[in-house]
């Protein structure tokens, strides 16, 4: 039921978009800047060590560090929207991220990847809800249509700790909880709003408030109502990421760069650029974070996940990356045929509970409309 409400809200947010900025975007002109690569060897964050130089902070932001929960991001009135970037790029591959999402009606939690031709893949929690999480995507920041939300249910994502994988090949993306795929988006060649998300991405977490009193009505409806800022702070905690990078080792050197060759925006027209650096790169590619005082520590059950590793083979691209779940090995799992308006998306056969719906289930990128101006520059400035 509580799916089928947001559904129907969330097609009534028109002001609602993917995102919808870039600083230079590679399908319009031809001088943007090359992204950088993250490269061939996995990255591990633990913020539970502290700060990590993987990612900058955009202006505004300042997190704290517990040696439990990890990275804290707090808010504490409606204008604040603790977002971080990684400074570096991935072009294909999976990122895990072991995170708790902050409570409250109408504040959100994100885990994005975006690329700067406006790609999108997306998790989202939104504070008022304990039962499930939203996945989206968007290719080259089309909203003309928004049919591409889907809701996987979750046990309790605000009181406790689950890891989120993003899982993306050429062929196919995997959204996945806990080792488990929840929700798959197969490469068909469809283009325009249903598009296959394939260009190089960052990778943005944040929390935000989208029932803030100045947002558009739609958005409020969507993340449940206006938030009550007599029960703030509202925290989220990011406690570990795992990140491959897999075309970061492609070829016989170590890459560095992802060059767009022509406006297309299509992944076979994107070259993997090889200056001959080491692997491994500069210190953004440490396993360990710099040590920070612990703040004071809210009641909470610590993570027990852990890392076992596995193989994944692109045969398309002809390349192979080892990746680390924090659960289990992931495979993907039959699928039962499509289930969404899409002709592109399948819904995996799993244990887990899964509602796939047609409406828009609007992001971080996309709603920054939501934020006050410092927030929005700021994250920007990403």
């Given at each position: 039921m509580l799916s089928k409400i947001f559904t129907t809200v969330a097609l009534a947010a028109s002001l609602v978009s993917a995102q919808t900025f870039t600083d230079c975007d590679p399908t319009k002109r031809d001088d943007c800047p090359n992204p950088k690569a993250v490269g061939s060897k996995p990255v591990d964050i633990d913020f539970r060590q502290g700060a990590n130089s993987f990612f900058k902070l955009a202006d505004g932001t300042s997190l704290k560090y517990d040696n439990e929960l990890g990275a804290v991001f707090s808010i504490s009135k409606e204008t604040e929207a603790p977002t971080i970037s990684s400074k570096k790029y991935i072009f294909f591959g999976?990122?895990?991220?072991?995170?708790?999402?902050?409570?409250?009606?109408?504040?959100?939690?994100?885990?994005v990847l975006q690329s700067d031709d406006l790609d999108e893949i997306d998790w989202e929690w939104l504070g008022g809800d304990a039962t499930q999480v939203q996945t989206n995507y968007f290719s080259k920041g089309c909203t003309e249509t928004y049919d591409r939300g889907g809701f996987s249910g979750v046990a309790d994502p605000i009181n406790q700790f689950h890891t989120?994988?993003?899982?993306?090949?050429?062929?196919?993306?995997?959204?996945?909880?806990?080792?488990?795929?929840?929700?798959?988006?197969?490469?068909?060649?469809?283009?325009?709003c249903a598009g296959y998300p394939q260009s190089p991405m960052q990778i943005k977490l944040g929390t935000w408030v989208?029932?803030?009193?100045?947002?558009?009505?739609?958005?409020?409806?969507?993340?449940?109502?206006?938030?009550?800022?007599?029960?703030?702070?509202?925290?989220?905690?990011?406690?570990?990421?795992?990140?491959e990078d897999y075309m970061g080792g492609?070829?016989?050197?170590?890459?560095?760069?992802?060059?767009?060759?022509?406006?297309?925006?299509?992944?076979?027209s994107i070259k993997v650029v090889n200056n001959g650096e080491d692997a491994g790169g500069d210190d953004d590619t440490t396993t360990t974070s710099k040590k920070?005082?612990?703040?004071?520590?809210?009641?909470?059950?610590?993570?027990?996940?852990?890392?076992t590793a596995s193989r994944t083979t692109l045969t398309t691209v002809s390349s192979s990356a080892s990746r680390t779940s924090h659960s289990s090995t992931v495979t993907p799992s039959s699928t039962s045929g499509p289930t969404s308006t899409t002709n592109n998306e399948v819904d995996s056969t799993t244990s887990a509970s899964t509602s796939l719906s047609t409406g828009a289930a609007p992001t971080m990128a996309g709603n920054m409309a939501a934020m006050g101006a410092a927030a929005l520059l700021g994250f920007l400035a990403l």
């Amino acid at each position: 039921m509580l799916s089928k409400i947001f559904t129907t809200v969330a097609l009534a947010a028109s002001l609602v978009s993917a995102q919808t900025f870039t600083d230079c975007d590679p399908t319009k002109r031809d001088d943007c800047p090359n992204p950088k690569a993250v490269g061939s060897k996995p990255v591990d964050i633990d913020f539970r060590q502290g700060a990590n130089s993987f990612f900058k902070l955009a202006d505004g932001t300042s997190l704290k560090y517990d040696n439990e929960l990890g990275a804290v991001f707090s808010i504490s009135k409606e204008t604040e929207a603790p977002t971080i970037s990684s400074k570096k790029y991935i072009f294909f591959g999976q990122v895990d991220v072991t995170v708790r999402a902050a409570r409250g009606v109408g504040v959100v939690t994100s885990f994005v990847l975006q690329s700067d031709d406006l790609d999108e893949i997306d998790w989202e929690w939104l504070g008022g809800d304990a039962t499930q999480v939203q996945t989206n995507y968007f290719s080259k920041g089309c909203t003309e249509t928004y049919d591409r939300g889907g809701f996987s249910g979750v046990a309790d994502p605000i009181n406790q700790f689950h890891t989120y994988t993003i899982k993306w090949t050429p062929e196919q993306l995997d959204w996945i909880i806990d080792g488990t795929v929840v929700r798959t988006l197969k490469n068909t060649g469809v283009e325009g709003c249903a598009g296959y998300p394939q260009s190089p991405m960052q990778i943005k977490l944040g929390t935000w408030v989208a029932g803030r009193s100045d947002a558009p009505q739609g958005t409020i409806d969507w993340a449940g109502g206006r938030t009550d800022f007599k029960d703030a702070p509202f925290e989220g905690y990011y406690q570990s990421l795992h990140i491959e990078d897999y075309m970061g080792g492609r070829g016989a050197k170590e890459a560095t760069e992802y060059h767009y060759t022509d406006r297309s925006g299509k992944w076979q027209s994107i070259k993997v650029v090889n200056n001959g650096e080491d692997a491994g790169g500069d210190d953004d590619t440490t396993t360990t974070s710099k040590k920070t005082s612990s703040t004071a520590k809210p009641t909470s059950t610590k993570s027990t996940s852990s890392h076992t590793a596995s193989r994944t083979t692109l045969t398309t691209v002809s390349s192979s990356a080892s990746r680390t779940s924090h659960s289990s090995t992931v495979t993907p799992s039959s699928t039962s045929g499509p289930t969404s308006t899409t002709n592109n998306e399948v819904d995996s056969t799993t244990s887990a509970s899964t509602s796939l719906s047609t409406g828009a289930a609007p992001t971080m990128a996309g709603n920054m409309a939501a934020m006050g101006a410092a927030a929005l520059l700021g994250f920007l400035a990403l």
